[in-house]
């Protein structure tokens, strides 16, 4: 236990920290000192971080004076965003906002030094030049306004004490100052001079303490020797103080807690807040602090239906209205959100209530209502750090009502702007209750006491870190006032003394350093030079609980491939393309027909393939069913044939154009009916092409029965040839190939299932290929020349000759016979239960979505699957 | 390595004057780290501040090593007895004069490493823009986002979404979505690809798009190659081949045939190389090449030959031209590189543009300005930023060639000395940074370039490299106006001779015979073998009969433990030429128990664990998705089978 009295300040006295948390663990301490002395009850001590003495010396001034008016930071910074975006040079930034940040940076460090923006013998660039017409406007616009900057605001003190007669004050004490600027020295000195007595103390070495050099295989293996050293060293005793210094703590925080969490409370589910850790995280700003979590656990399942039915309906943004029509057109009371859309209506009608501009305290007002409206923060019981959370979004709120100062009227989403930029910036300390194990960045350790103190990620490249001087002050006067990260030497010089520090401030200190990054080789920090490595895990390791249950897991292998057999007269429920999957693969026809695994759809910009495919089947449909035959095409006027075009166009566009009014803009319709327009007269010519027909079905839907399996069949279209014969006809807007209806196993059955079902007499069959390019036309296959343009007689062709039982039948009812028997074997397969992960070839799973069902990656076929995949 | 002098001493001495500039063509094996490290050394030796040296390398992985070989070197000054090996000596000889200049002037690199500005070419960049905020645009730093796929996706998207915009894009917008089947997706994802090598195009389209300009730029291009064509045609045998084309486009013209040599007609000697003669080149290409771009050996009917019929003179002089064809072409075949510009002049495109097709040129173009404005406005509004776009800004920052910005002014240190490694894998983006970093400097001026590459290497065309850039700085000898002197080194110390031979042998028949900066193409410049190297080593070729990647894994199991056999202590590299042929070998060496390093060779993504989780983090994220909750109930915690279903 550190009973450091340095730590406490005496009566009367003040004692300023460099930082929140310095204030706050003295706090701690002398708490602690005054329990085991026995005390129930003790004054309070005055202790205070630097900006709140400040802010309390402000407000003792201003009780005297009302002259100026502080800004708070952010007002500052929306000002400097005003004054750049106005400027000349704002109209090339990508970026004017962000600008602010670094022109304020600037200017706190040329405050800070005492530095004329610029003294006259300064030579300026390009960019110096710039950032020194905002700082005029800046200055200027404070100036007439009466108001005051944060950073200004220490020159305002320091002047009123210089100007002041020497008065009563208590002593004032500084701790963990690494540097005072020559702005706080100043003020200093004029209070001192006014008689108030100044010390500023260090911590007090822990003299003797040599520390250990380690090094990790790369940057997670450092953190986990971390945390379990440090629950090794709590083991030893409980009450044991420790730090972990990590300087890129806010980049890695997920990390870092999972590994912790994992050492020192491994029991722990995650995802259950902070609140009850042995350990504390320093915050950084919390980004987006306020996110909106949803527990409406009762609505999870409708609305999880909602968000399915919103990407079937395929429309990548959508509108308030949009969303409510499609959100109650789900059937049944049970199956809506009905919370959900209550909230939607409630705030699309606020939303219809506001006004265009208003200020900044109005609109606070409607985005809380706003929020109240959507269920935010809703009625469930918040945890610890959920409530701080809350409560920090009200201050942010307030930092956003007191841009009233900078912004008189301003429209939502400007608004809405500035609110999510100053959550953004929000940087909140949740208060956690003192804990052993303190895990902070590099800025929060200065001066802090611990027992144990591990200091990480003291790599070659980070320590000393780069010089990085300001591009807004010409480099000269960086280094002619030592502004910090100037210059190397600078950089150098600092960093030498924060690790003197950090080595005094514990008794035991492990510097540890990655030795990688993913390939690259680092090497330690040559200021490590001095220290020995040596070894600092704990001798056992910790168990592997996650291993442990793995271990004792026994795996048990064995072949899952048999689903039980489909009860009579079953309806599968699934169309023709049962038979395809069950003969590319039998695990996916059961997976997708009796398991019905679909994954929720993509959505994407335009029309997507199954649309494109809805609207020209559909306009084929409509426009067959006018013209009836190939004589009629033939002997209609070209006028006529065009009118009839552009007719089904219009109606079939209509159509989707009503459902998707998002997507079908006026220029998209056009061009899209000037495609189908332009795609659907060369498809004619292919039709003219062909012996004379007469279409008898279009888009003719039947429930069918085949070798005792149902399923539902849509048969594009059916013509009839002059000797009675009929055509069935696929329409396809991709790719398409008679090679899909061969073999033992065929890619795509559906046009042989027709054949073989049809109880006329089939003399073709045929895919309509839709798709342009090569290929454009009829592929397909008939039992004489002539059917089809390009179609030898089948007795002719190649494949004839692989059909087996020709000979005896005609070679075309040979294949018939053969696609029935495929068939039926393909229908016994499926009703037997055959779920046999068996694709056809790795092209088979390129498009398939159930991977992580059928668990192919686990066999051999998988490992082939990912080599055919990437070549 | 032992004491004996390299046969490219000359040049590796020449190469560390640090008074010089240098281009300098090294091969691998040929020790060109050590050379960069010796002249950075050397360099050290002579600047005020370390700073003002920037060596360039291509990874970061690159630049550790480098940097810390010359740490190393640094720290040994004090500690290495002599070494025994020459180049060693002269590096810690080096050393020892950075060390003394580092002590005199109070640098501090031993605890400063850091100064020592080793880094990427895209790390260079953004230091540059950092130090010059408004000069390069950014105002501050956006995040650098490695994988900009989905901000490209974006910006195109926003860009298809102006078809309603009205303003004078939306017409382009349409008309290049009429020309591309109106099918969104596809054209947003070619935009997004676009928008991923816009450093190629940015330039070529941000001022107006004249249709004489670009038809002229056709014109050039092709009769460059008939050029060529006609350059690698022996001159005595013109006549001859216009008589058979002739002869062919007079048949073609009777049997009423259709075929490239029916352009010919008339013909009496070589057409010249002009983009109007365009249509008669190809009928020469199409008469001694197949379609496959092999030599016709016998021509036909089709070809304008026909069959040896009709009466008996006309069969008499059918065969005859059908002689005098092989005879020409025998001769031809001898021609080197002959038979690459004739299959050249096949892909070339027409001299002119269509009214339709310049119609949709000039949407493309337009839209490509529009789409890079979205992208603008993308990186704006989530300040984010891609490598190209901080490139960009490094190179806007530095100014215009007319105009360029005083660096004393605004940069922390001046550059005085550049090293660039892997040099034949410069884009022209950062080329152009180069140019302007080195714009002013004159020889005797106390700057200097030092340029290394292998442009043999650039084959793998990594990030829009274009080794026309390291080609052409060779030609000019200078980049930008800073003039370089080519070095070449020569000397492998990896290989051992026999390698090195069947390298020489084996690369001087796969690289074209000529470089041409215009397409990329590199010649081979053989190496030597260091002439210490221990004699043996060979190339072994094992031939599989088709794709058999069991066998082709067995063979190189075998030769991994015959060579473990031979020498326990050596290492042993497998090299493939994508990830999947190593699928059947890694399972070899396991089962082997060999213990090997492989980096980012089996794919997590498709383990079974892996695919456990994202089942279980797909569930959760989405109630609806079926698929990944019926995967939950399958994996090992869960175990149902098929037949557990309920009924």
Known sequence: ?871 | MTDRPVADLEQRRAAIRPDGSFLVQAPAGSGKTELLIQRYLQLLAVVEEPEEIVAITFTRKAAGEMRGRILTALERVDTAAAPADEAARQTLALAAAAMARNRERGWQLEDSPGRLRIQTIDSLCGALTRQMPVLSRFGAQPEIVEDPGELYRQAAADTLAELEGGAGWSEAIAVLLGHLDNDLPRVRDMLAEMLARRDQWLRHVAGEIRRDALEAALRHAISATLEAVRGALPPDCGIELAALLDYAAANLARDGREAPAGACRGLTDLPPAEAAALAQWRGVAALLLKSDGEWRQAPNARDGFPAAGGGKAEAETRRAMKDRFKGLSVRLQEEEGLQLRLQAVRRLPPAAYTDAEWQVVQALCEMLKLAYAQLRLLFSERNQIDFTGVAQAAVQALGGEDRPTDLALSLDYRIRHILVDEFQDISINQYNLLERLTAGWSPGDGHSLFLVGDPMQSIYRFREAEVGLYLNTLDRQRLGQAPVTPLNITVNFRSRAAIVDWVNRTFARVLPAFPDPGRGAVNYTPAEAFQDQPPGGEVTLHPLIGRDDEREAAIVLEQIRAAREADPNGTIAVLVRSRPHLQAVVPRLKQAGLRFRAVEIEPLGTQPPIQDLMALTRALHHFADRIAWLAILRAPWCGLCLSDRPP
């Open chain 1, 1 to 871: 236990m550190n009973k450091n009295s340095f730590h406490v300040p005496g009566e009367g006295v003040t004692l300023i920290t460099a930082s929140r948390r310095l204030a706050r663990y003295c706090r701690h301490a002398h708490a602690r000192a005054q329990l085991e002395r026995g005390r129930r009850a003790w004054p309070s001590p005055d202790i205070l971080p630097w900006q709140a003495w400040l802010q309390r010396r402000w407000e003792e001034r201003a009780a005297e004076h009302a002259d100026l008016l502080l800004l708070h930071p952010y007002q500052e910074q929306v000002l400097w965003q005003q004054i750049i975006a106005a400027s000349p040079w704002a109209e090339a930034l990508l970026h004017p906002a962000n600008v602010a940040q670094r022109a304020m940076q600037a200017w706190a460090l040329l405050r800070r030094h005492r530095v004329a923006i610029f003294p006259p013998d300064t030579v300026l660039n390009h960019d110096a030049r710039a950032f020194k017409s905002w700082a005029d406007v800046f200055e200027d616009a404070c100036r007439q306004r009466g108001w005051c900057d944060t950073e200004t605001m220490l020159d305002v003190l320091a002047d009123d004490a210089a100007g002041r007669a020497p008065g009563p004050g208590g002593d004032l004490v500084l701790l963990g100052f690494e540097r005072l600027t020559p702005q706080q020295q100043r003020l200093l000195a004029a209070l001192e001079a006014r008689g108030r007595k100044v010390v500023q103390k260090r911590s007090e070495g822990k003299s003797g303490s040599v520390p250990v050099v380690s090094g990790h295989a790369d940057a997670g293996a450092e953190i986990r020797a971390a945390a379990e050293w440090a629950r090794a060293r709590l083991e030893e005793d409980a009450g044991r103080r420790i730090g972990i210094v990590i300087p890129d703590l806010h980049v890695r925080r997920g990390e870092i807690l999972r590994q912790f969490e994992d050492c020192l409370a491994p029991g722990r589910l995650a995802g259950t807040g902070e609140a009850a850790l042995p350990f504390s995280l320093q915050r950084q700003g919390d980004r987006g602090g306020a996110r909106r979590r949803d527990r409406e656990e009762e609505e999870r399942v409708q609305r999880a239906r909602l968000d399915a039915r919103l990407r079937d309906y395929g429309e990548v943004r959508l509108d308030l209205r949009s969303l409510r029509r499609i959100a109650a057109g789900e059937p049944g009371e049970d199956g809506r959100p009905r919370r959900f859309l209550d909230a939607l209506a409630a705030v699309e009608e606020y939303l219809h209530q506001l006004p265009r501009q208003a200020a900044p305290l109005a609109w606070a007002g409607h985005i809380s209502r706003l929020l109240a409206l959507a269920g935010w923060p809703g009625g469930r019981e918040l945890d610890s750090g959920e409530y701080q959370t809350v409560g920090a979004w009200r201050e942010a709120l307030d930092r956003f009502v007191s841009l009233q100062l900078v912004e008189r009227s301003l429209d939502l989403a400007a608004a809405v702007r500035h609110l999510r930029r100053i959550a953004a910036g929000f940087s909140f300390q949740p208060q956690t209750p003192e804990t052993p194990v303190q895990i902070m960045g590099l800025a929060g350790a200065a001066d802090m006491a611990f027992d144990h103190l591990w200091v990480a990620g003291l790599g070659e490249e980070s320590w000393p870190p780069p010089a990085q001087p300001n591009p807004y002050i010409p480099l000269a006067l960086q280094r002619r006032h030592a502004m910090p990260g100037a210059a190397a030497d600078l950089c150098l010089a600092e960093a030498r003394e924060t690790l003197e520090r950090l080595l005094a401030s514990a008794g035991e200190v492990v510097l540890s350093y990655p030795q990688n990054e993913g390939e690259r080789g680092l090497r330690p920090s040559p200021l490590l030079r001095p220290f020995a490595s040596g070894p600092v895990a704990p001798a056992a390791p910790l168990p592997d609980y996650a291993a442990q249950i793995l271990a004792g897991a026994e795996l048990q292998a064995f072949t899952d491939d048999r689903a039980p057999p489909l009860a009579d007269g079953h309806r599968s429920g699934g169309g023709t393309g049962l038979f395809r999957d069950q003969s590319v693969c039998p695990f996916r026809a059961f997976a997708r027909y009796r398991l019905h695994a679909a994954a929720p759809e993509e959505v994407d910009i335009g029309l997507g393939p199954r649309d494109r495919g809805l609207i020209l089947h559909r306009v084929l449909h409509l426009l067959w069913q006018r013209l009836g035959s190939q004589e009629r095409l033939e002997v209609l006027e070209e006028s006529a044939i065009e009118a009839m075009l552009a007719a089904v166009i219009d109606d079939t566009v209509e159509r989707f154009r009503r459902r998707h009014p998002l997507t079908w803009t006026a220029r998209f319709t056009a061009l899209e009916k000037a495609r189908l327009n332009g795609l659907l007269r060369d498809w004619l010519a292919e039709e003219r092409r062909r012996a004379p027909f007469e279409v008898i079905a279009c888009e003719l839907e039947q429930d069918i029965v085949f070798e005792g399996l149902a399923v539902r069949t849509r048969l594009d279209r059916i013509d009839r040839l002059a000797d009675g014969g009929e055509v069935i006809i696929d329409y396809k807007t991709g790719e398409a190939s008679v090679n899909e209806w061969l073999g033992e196993r065929p890619d795509d059955p559906q046009l042989p299932l027709y054949a073989v079902t049809r109880e006329a007499q089939v003399a073709g069959v045929a895919f309509a290929r839709l798709k342009r390019g090569r290929g454009f036309g009829y592929q397909g296959l008939a039992r004489d020349a002539g059917i089809l343009p390009g179609t030898e007689d089948f007795a002719a062709t190649r494949i004839a000759a692989q059909v087996a039982g020709a000979g005896e039948v005609s070679s075309w009812e040979a294949l018939l016979a053969d696609w029935r028997a495929t068939l039926a074997r393909l229908a016994r397969g499926f009703c037997e239960g055959d779920a046999r992960v068996d694709p056809k070839s790795p092209q088979s799973c390129r498009y398939c979505d159930q991977h992580a069902l059928c668990r192919i990656h686990e066999t051999r076929a998988g490992a082939r699957l990912e080599a055919d995949g990437d070549d």
